[in-house]
T-cell receptor, first 110, second 113 residues
Framework: GDSVTQMEGPVTLSEEAFLTINCTYT??????LFWYVQYPGEGLQLLLK?????DKGSNKGFEATYRKETTSFHLEKGSVQVSDSAVYFC?????????FGTGTSLTVIP | DGGITQSPKYLFRKEGQNVTLSCEQN?????MYWYRQDPGQGLRLIYY???????QKGDIAEGYSVSREKKESFPLTVTSAQKNPTAFYLC????????????FGAGTRLSVL
C-alpha cells in the first residue's frame, strides 16, 4: 500500500546551519506530496506541496523537489532559525486518503 | 476567517465513560478526517468522511464512532471500549480531490482520570 518513510529524529542544529530532512514514498499512481509543520500543542500547518514530478515546492525558505525517479521529496533549508524548531511531517495524497510519515523533530539552538 | 475549530482543547475521561470531541469547519469542504497522534509517533487515521451521511473506518477505528449529519460537522466519540484513549486528536478537512491540501484544527488532548 501507499506509505511515507521519513528520516528519524530528533535533529539538533545550530542557527544558520543547513537543514535536510529525508522523505521517500511508495505509491501507486501519481501522488501529490506535502510537507507539514507542527508546533508544540498545535495542529499541523501546510509548509509546502508539489503535485507532479519535478515540481519544486517552496515557502519561508524551505524547499522540496518531487523526484519520481528516486521516489523522494526531501525538505531543505539553507539557514535555519530558532523559530524553525518544530516537528516536520512528510505526507502524500492519492485518492481519498493522506499518508503521513512519523515526523522529524527539529531543534535549532542559538 | 475560514478554518477548523476543535473543542474542547483539553478533555478528561473517567473509566467507562463515553466522550465526544467536536470538529466544525467553515471551509465548505466535502471531506473530513479524524487522526490520533501519540507522543513521538505520526498520525493514525481513525475515520474519514467524503460526503454527508457517509463515513469509512480508518486504520484504528475500534473503540471510536463518528457521525456526519452536516457538511460542517464531524464529531468523534471515544467510547468506553477504547481502552487506551490518552492521545492528541486532530481533525482535518479537504476538498476531497487528489492534490488538495488538508487543513487541520488545533487538536484536542484527551486524558484518562
Amino acid at each position: 500500500g501507499d506509505s511515507v518513510t521519513q528520516m528519524e529524529g530528533p535533529v539538533t542544529l545550530s542557527e544558520e546551519a543547513f537543514l535536510t530532512i529525508n522523505c521517500t514514498y511508495t505509491a501507486t499512481g501519481y501522488p501529490s506530496l506535502f510537507w507539514y509543520v507542527q508546533y508544540p500543542g498545535e495542529g499541523l500547518q501546510l509548509l509546502l506541496k508539489a503535485t507532479k514530478a519535478d515540481d519544486k515546492g517552496s515557502n519561508k525558505g524551505f524547499e522540496a523537489t518531487y523526484r519520481k525517479e528516486t521516489t523522494s521529496f526531501h525538505l531543505e533549508k539553507g539557514s535555519v532559525q530558532v523559530s524553525d524548531s518544530a516537528v516536520y511531517f512528510c505526507a502524500l495524497n492519492t485518492g481519498n486518503q493522506f499518508y503521513f510519515g512519523t515526523g522529524t523533530s527539529l531543534t535549532v539552538i542559538p | 476567517d475560514g478554518g477548523i475549530t476543535q473543542s474542547p482543547k483539553y478533555l478528561f475521561r473517567k473509566e467507562g465513560q463515553n466522550v465526544t470531541l467536536s470538529c466544525e469547519q467553515n471551509l465548505n469542504h466535502d471531506a473530513m478526517y479524524w487522526y490520533r497522534q501519540d507522543p513521538g509517533q505520526g498520525l493514525r487515521l481513525i475515520y474519514y468522511s467524503q460526503i454527508v451521511n457517509d463515513f469509512q473506518k480508518g486504520d484504528i477505528a475500534e473503540g471510536y464512532s463518528v457521525s456526519r449529519e452536516k457538511k460542517e460537522s464531524f464529531p468523534l466519540t471515544v467510547t468506553s471500549a477504547q481502552k487506551n484513549p490518552t492521545a492528541f486528536y486532530l481533525c482535518a478537512s479537504s476538498k476531497g480531490e487528489v492534490g488538495n491540501i488538508q487543513y487541520f484544527g488545533a487538536g484536542t488532548r484527551l486524558s484518562v482520570l
